[in-house]
DNA sequence: TTGTACGCGTTATCAA
DNA sequence: TTGATAACGCGTACAA
């Protein structure tokens, strides 16, 4: 009875190639150090014995896994799907692969997730923003796992991403323009979030530099729902002539309540979005937004991820974000000034 | 100089410990076969160190990663993020991590993910529909590699899934009650693809029951360009009054090219989806659609994933899918009868 | 309950 | 260019 269960091993392929276990390593990781007839000899024993490297062993010879782990808030939001896919693509094939998990947007849950993938044995990780407690940096820092953040720009940390604070200052600068005075901002929950603050920040310093303040502002969960009843809350104030959201998701929500409420948009208030995902274009009116590159952003985050675990210096990218006017903005009602 | 950059291994918790190395292992492992004492004793000098096991010797030793793999086309469509999500959080925490790759709908590229999921030492698979070379099936059950197929219904395979085609002959069959008789499709390109294939059947064997075929059918891209550039193709028929489509991405996309061409949907021309995801409520109208329990059926995946790596029996599940009518449908103009 | 000692399969060092 | 051999760090029979 021979044993047909267990799987070859480098020994086996070595065997029977008639070669010793090191020449086998070499043609499968550098095959350039090894003679063409030799090398011949070998892919054939592999392909005979149906050979594949054991995980373990590698890992634990070579100290290197060639697995990528990213933590993201969640994959429901097309923001961090794109993002991620775009990552993923980006990944150099065959050397790397992708250990995703998601946070839930809740910093003991994300916490948990780094450490779930170094245990994994992870080289390197992607992770969204900034805002995290310092001794994860420090933890991540003994380990000696690089790590790259995205969708902000990282402070002192390497990163791949856009400035959501001056992104959000030109769209509000554009709406002021239209001649709006009476806003109201629908945000993400800040708390933990630095790109939802940045977002906020950005509106307020805008209307602060024209000498104004919100109307109200409204912090809510990322969903239709809350956006849509944090909507209707804003326009109990029959003043207001726009409301400015902090994504894409929220404004639709927006959107939907307004249309519910019978108000025209853009004719009787304007509602912006930010990210342009693919729902900006779905909605009535489209969404005027702000374009923020994911797919491009998620290729940068690949490249200086492969770079610092190659132990190249790596340099952070600061990606620029777009105003997209489409069909969602008008200028205020008797303002004399045209979109 | 003390080596500050290698890790503490169990030697040295042992050490500190005062305990054997196997002990230690054992705490890790399984607390309950250890005394609290020297468990306490033990996760003292566990903490002191910052020890981590090393996640490769552990693979070694163990024979197991912890880590499972999926496949899926791509993160862009609503449909899989979400469910990859699903399955991601429905994994035992801290037992499970997902290691998550694309194929782009390219079988070539699914069978090199496959593999290098399996080489990542993946304990288990997660793969989309069941339409795949029989051989790639055959090397899984030689390296004995559980795995589970989902959106569709995986015929002789483990699958949590659903059965496209009786919920698209479902949708079909409405359109027709509705009085509509010339109808089109627009469909995802079905080679390679069970899922495209399957609504594409159901549609036809509806349409062959009530004595019909389609006026015409468009094979394209899942996108929201090429789902307008047939739409506007399909209606060069001045005949077709409704046209179903294969997804609610493409259904967006029909909606939008209608929008173009000044036709009023649902008055001028109805148009229904497939998936229910969340664009189907954000379009004006809303999509008239087929729900598909995305992630429900991502957390049953999980749970016959692990009930399959766990050596159970672990059964497969049949989602069932609902017929979801809301703006984007109506009787034929004239026909008579009510919506 | 705890300790001893070996095996897991690969890579890397150093000679030849 | 190739080969012998020593790590790599953990799990686990088996014995105590």
Redesign the interface.
């Known amino acids: 009875m021979t044993e047909k ?1 267990s ?1 070859a091993t480098v020994d086996d392929v070595a065997a029977l190639a008639g070669v010793s276990t090191a020449t086998v390593s070499r043609c499968l990781n550098a095959p350039d150090r090894v003679t063409a007839a030799t090398r011949e000899k070998v892919m054939t024993a592999v392909r005979a014995l ?1 050979y ?10 070579s ?1 290197r ?3 990528i782990g990213a933590v993201v808030p ?3 939001n ?1 923001v961090f ?2 993002g ?2 775009a990552f ?2 980006a990944l150099a ?2 050397k790397f ?6 946070s ?1 947007y809740e910093a003991g849950r994300e916490k ?1 997730q780094i450490e ?6 992870a080289d390197g990780l992607l992770l969204v923003g900034f805002d995290r407690d310092p001794a994860i940096y420090d933890w991540l820092a ?3 796992v690089p790590y790259v953040l995205a969708w902000s720009s990282g402070e002192s940390h390497p990163y791949a991403g856009f400035d959501n604070l001056s992104g959000m200052a030109a769209m509000v600068g554009m709406v002021l323009e239209l001649g709006h005075r009476n806003i109201a901002m629908i945000s993400g929950i800040t708390s933990g979030n630095d790109r939802a603050r940045d977002r906020l920040e950005g509106a307020r310093s805008a209307m602060a530099q024209a000498g104004l303040s919100f109307c109200g502002v409204r912090e809510v969960a990322y969903g ?1 729902e809350s956006a849509a009843g944090a909507f209707s809350a804003l326009m109990a104030d029959r003043r207001v002539t726009a409301v400015i959201c902090g994504n894409d ?1 929220l404004a ?1 929500g927006a ?2 309540a307004a ?1 519910g409420m019978g108000l025209r948009v853009p004719e009787d208030v304007t509602i912006t979005g930010f990210d342009d995902i ?2 900006a ?4 009116p489209q969404l005027t937004t702000v374009r923020v590159p994911h797919s491009r952003m998620g290729e940068e985050a690949a490249r200086l991820l492969q770079d610092l675990i190659a132990g190249r210096p790596g340099e952070s990218v600061l990606l620029a974000t777009e105003l997209v006017r489409r069909g969602s903005h008008a200028a205020v009602a008797g303002a004399g000034i045209l979109p």
């Open positions: 269960t799987h149906n594949t490297p054991n995980f373990g062993a590698k890992a634990l010879a100290k896994t060639g697995i969640t994959l429901e097309a799907a794109h991620v896919d993923e693509r094939p065959g692969a992708l250990l995703v998990a998601s839930g948990r779930a993938l170094v245990a994994r044995g003994l380990r000696k239709l998701v639709a959107l939907r249309h693919d729902i274009e779905i909605t009535w």
